[in-house]
């Protein structure tokens, strides 16, 4: 499919061709990112997500190439990396919250305790309400699941809608992001011994693992300096 | 214009190197703590 | 693009929507290091699960097995183990926790508790399961004479 330029010898484009035209491959990227950020979000088909959701980013940029005013790159890609960072969060989080007894909850998290962070190894499953026992984790992990995560999809969801209360709340949202990493990171320091005793990888397989999940740090300063008038009420 | 960006770069800087300072103290912290306790 | 508002005369290829030319480095290095974090959040994501499955002795022992040496481990006890399905009624709807009332943990409790069980090594769960499967039916078939 080709797109045809607004400096072609024939003239540009009406005003409604381009935007139709600019609509109908805004929706036709989005449909593969969203399907890509969905098979990422499961944390398992992740690899199978990944090349979807390229093609996503293929079809906008070649659209920006071909003149027609779609979403920025910039744009779609914080909104979408955002989304996918809460969502694989919020997914673990959430088994540990709801589905601590289910087998694989059991095998992965213990596993994942044993090897990485002993706060959900230390006695799991042995708190009243199941899941990670370390002290204070609990209350981290019900903040973010029920709270703080949801809040940041929504905000992303609007934000790629090109809504300017998106982006605002996207603004408020991350900065939500940098309370819960001190804080979560101040308590796992306070009860290290807890996290990392007999731990396979102490310290170095955690910070190794989590370094990825800093998006929020990464889109405040754009978010601050992109031009506002972009986003509309 | 100039000026309010200037300020914000300058605001920008800070909380950058705020929030990554807090984060590399925080696993200096860790590993500090990994060198002494016996994990 | 028609966005005059937006594009600067100074750089050949135009500028995105949104970023001004005191804004455009900064905004690439973001958008760089973004990737990374999406490639590396994929990557590891995916390997998760295998990995650790792998480290613990998949597929020689299965994931209750699995599940089973690692309670094992987590509170000290040889009889302990994963029961599988576990009933609906458990946590959070209001049942027991599998590990409701365990004695058995060794932890240095106080301010700040200190776990006391071992460090387990790449595999080392398949070595630990098979040594207890050979010692329990050592015991359960005594020499007769």
Known sequence: MTFPTTAAAGGPLSMGEHEQQSRAIQRRADRWLIAGTGLMGTLVLGIVGLPVFCRGLYLLRKAQRGGLSVRPTMVTLIGFVIILDAALNSIGWALDLFANHALITRTVFTAWGNLIDAGYFWHYNELWIGGAGAPGEKAWVMVCVLIAFPMRIAAAIAFLQMKRWGHQWLIVTCWFGIIVWMGYIFNMTMYADVRYTAVGFPVIGWWAFNIFYITPFLAIPYLHTVNREIFSD | ?39 | MSDSTIQTEDSADSLPIGTTSTWARMHKWLKRALYICLFGLVIEGSLTVPVMAVWYGWPTLSLTEICSELMKVRFSNDALECQQPYPLGGPPFGGAPEAAGQRTAKDDWGIQPKPRYERIGFRELVRIHQERIARQSAASAPPNH
């Open chain 2, 1 to 39: 214009m100039h000026d309010q960006d200037r300020r914000r770069k300058r605001g920008l800087i800070a909380f950058q190197v705020f929030v990554y300072g807090m984060l590399i103290a925080m696993f200096a912290i860790q590993l500090q703590m990994y060198l002494t306790r016996h994990w």
